[in-house]
C-alpha cells in the first residue's frame, strides 16, 4: 500500500497515504447470518474491476475468490491437496481439477444464518474466558465448513472438502483471515461487557502445537511465540489484552470517543444486543402471526422460559474433528461441533494413548446449543402453544433428533453415539424494558433427561 502511495499523482498523495496509514485488517461479520444471511457477491466473483491511479478501470483477478500457488510444492501437501494449485470451496469431487461451487458456499451460509447468529448470542451469556471460547468455537468452526464444505451428508451424498475445512490448509483460504478477525472483534466486545474475564490456569488438552506441548501449564502470561514485543520479550495474553496497545480497534470498542466507562460500556452492551439478541427479543415482542402475538408467550415482567440442547463428551472417544447436527421433525436447529486437526502417527495424541488416558485426565467437551428462536417458529406455525415446559417436553421428545459425522463428512453409526450425553435444559429469562440491555438469563438450569433418553446419545450422567 505504502509503494502504491509513492506511485500516486501529487494531488491525491495525501489521500492515498492516509488511507494507507489506516488501514486495518477487514473482517467479516458472519453473525450477522440471521438478519442479513447472504454471502457478500465480492467473495465469490472471478474477476473484480478496481480504479488504477491514472483513472482507468481495470479487471483484475479478485484476491477474495481463490489464491493460487506459486507454485505447488507438492511435497508439503498430502493426498489430493498435493495436486490442486488453486484454493477451492464445496468441490464437486476430490478430483484435483474439481472446480469449486460458489453456490453451495452461499446456500449453506444462509441455511445456517440463523444458527450462527444464535450461537454468537449463546456466546455472549456465559461469563468466564473458558466458557467464551468453547461456546464460540460451534460458530467458528462451522464457519470453516460452511466456506469449504466437506461435512454435509445431506446434500446428494457428497462430502468433498475444500482447503477450508482441514485446519492444516485452512489458512491459504481468502477468506481465512477475514473471518479470524472477526473471533477477535467478538471477543474485543465481550472483554468490554465481561471485563473480569480474563485467561485462567489451564492445560493443553490432547493436542499442543509448534510451541506448546500436550499437558504443558498455560495461563495469561505464557509467551505467544513466536511473536515478540518491540521490547524483544514475547507478547502473552496479558500483555496484549486490549487491542489498542497492537494499534487497532473495532468500530464499536473506540473507546476514546466515550466521556466514562459506563456509557462506553452502555454502548457495547446495546450494540451486542442489536446484532446478535435481536431475533429472540422481536420475536416475544411482536406479532407472530394472525391474532397470535410474541408477547402472549411473556410472563409477569417479560419473562420466559429459553430451551437448549447441552451435550458433552470425553474427547478420547471421538474423532478430532465430528458434528452433531440436530434437527425438529427434519428441519436443522443448528449442531455441536469440534475442529481439530487430525492427529500424526508420531504424536502423543494419538488415538491409541488418549484411549489409555484415565477418565480423569481427558477432557470433557461441552456444548450448548440454542432452541428458543425454532420453538417460537413452531409455536407461530401452530405447532405448539407456547414455551411452557408442559407443551415444550413432549413436542421435543416426539420431535428432537440428531445425527453426528466425522471430520471428513462420514455419517457415523448409533454406536458411536454412546460416548455422547445429549440433554435438553430450560432456564428462566426475563426481556429487560431497555432495548439496548442484553436478555437476562437465570445461572440455573433444569435438565430434562426424559426428552433425550431412549435415542442413541441421549440422555446420560452429567458433569
Not at 296 to 304: K, M, V
Request: overall charge negative.
Amino acid at each position: 500500500m505504502q509503494e502504491i502511495v509513492l506511485g500516486a499523482p501529487s494531488k491525491e498523495v495525501e489521500r492515498y497515504a492516509a488511507a494507507a496509514d489506516a488501514f486495518r485488517l477487514p473482517y467479516w461479520d458472519w453473525g450477522l447470518g440471521g438478519a442479513d444471511g447472504v454471502v457478500p457477491d465480492f467473495f465469490m466473483s472471478k474477476t473484480i474491476l478496481v480504479v488504477e491511479l491514472n483513472g482507468r478501470e481495470t479487471v483484475m483477478k479478485n484476491p477474495l475468490y481463490s489464491y493460487e500457488f506459486h507454485p505447488l510444492v507438492p511435497d508439503d501437501f498430502d493426498e489430493k491437496w498435493s495436486e490442486i494449485n488453486e484454493t477451492i470451496r464445496w468441490p464437486a469431487s476430490n478430483n484435483a481439477t474439481a472446480p469449486s461451487q460458489q453456490e453451495e458456499f452461499a446456500r449453506m451460509f444462509t441455511v445456517q444464518s440463523a444458527s450462527l447468529t444464535g450461537a454468537v448470542e449463546m456466546a455472549f451469556r456465559t461469563s468466564t474466558f473458558s466458557r467464551w471460547s468453547k461456546q464460540l468455537e460451534d460458530p467458528h468452526g462451522w464457519m470453516h465448513g460452511i466456506i469449504g464444505g466437506g461435512w454435509d451428508e445431506t446434500r446428494n451424498g457428497t462430502k468433498f472438502a475444500g482447503h477450508m475445512w482441514p485446519l492444516e490448509y485452512s489458512a491459504y483460504e481468502p477468506l481465512f483471515m477475514l473471518h479470524h478477525t472477526n473471533v477477535d472483534r467478538l471477543w474485543a466486545l465481550f472483554q468490554v461487557v465481561k471485563p473480569n474475564a480474563t485467561m485462567r490456569h489451564s492445560t493443553i488438552p490432547e493436542a499442543g502445537n509448534v510451541y506448546l506441548e500436550q499437558g504443558q501449564s498455560i495461563d495469561g502470561t505464557t509467551a505467544l511465540l513466536p511473536f515478540r514485543h518491540p521490547s524483544g520479550a514475547f507478547w502473552t495474553t496479558e500483555t496484549c489484552h486490549d487491542t489498542t496497545v497492537l494499534g487497532y480497534a473495532y468500530p464499536e470498542t473506540q473507546r476514546w470517543h466515550f466521556n466514562s466507562t459506563a456509557s462506553f460500556t452502555a454502548n457495547v452492551t446495546a450494540t451486542i444486543a442489536r446484532l446478535y439478541g435481536a431475533k429472540t427479543r422481536s420475536l416475544l415482542t411482536a406479532p407472530l402471526v394472525g391474532d397470535l402475538h410474541g408477547p402472549a408467550l411473556l410472563g409477569q415482567d417479560n419473562s420466559f422460559t429459553d430451551w437448549t440442547i447441552e451435550s458433552q463428551a470425553r474427547a478420547a472417544s471421538l474423532p478430532p474433528t465430528f458434528i452433531v447436527r440436530f434437527s425438529l421433525a427434519g428441519v436443522d436447529v443448528g449442531s455441536w461441533m469440534r475442529l481439530m486437526p487430525a492427529p500424526q502417527a508420531s504424536s502423543s495424541s494419538s488415538s491409541s494413548s488418549s484411549s489409555s488416558s484415565s477418565s480423569s485426565s481427558v477432557p470433557l467437551l461441552r456444548g450448548t446449543t440454542g432452541l428458543t428462536t425454532h420453538l417460537i417458529d413452531a409455536v407461530a406455525a401452530g405447532a405448539l402453544p407456547s414455551l411452557a415446559a408442559e407443551y415444550v417436553v413432549p413436542f421435543l421428545t416426539q420431535r428432537l433428533a440428531w445425527s453426528m459425522a466425522s471430520g471428513n463428512g462420514t455419517h457415523m453409526p448409533d454406536s458411536a453415539l454412546s460416548s455422547l450425553s445429549i440433554q435438553v435444559a430450560s432456564t428462566d429469562a426475563r426481556i429487560p424494558d431497555d432495548p439496548g440491555a442484553l436478555v437476562e438469563y437465570a445461572d440455573e438450569k433444569t435438565l430434562w433427561p426424559g426428552i433425550t433418553s431412549g435415542k442413541a446419545g441421549g440422555g446420560g450422567p452429567f458433569e
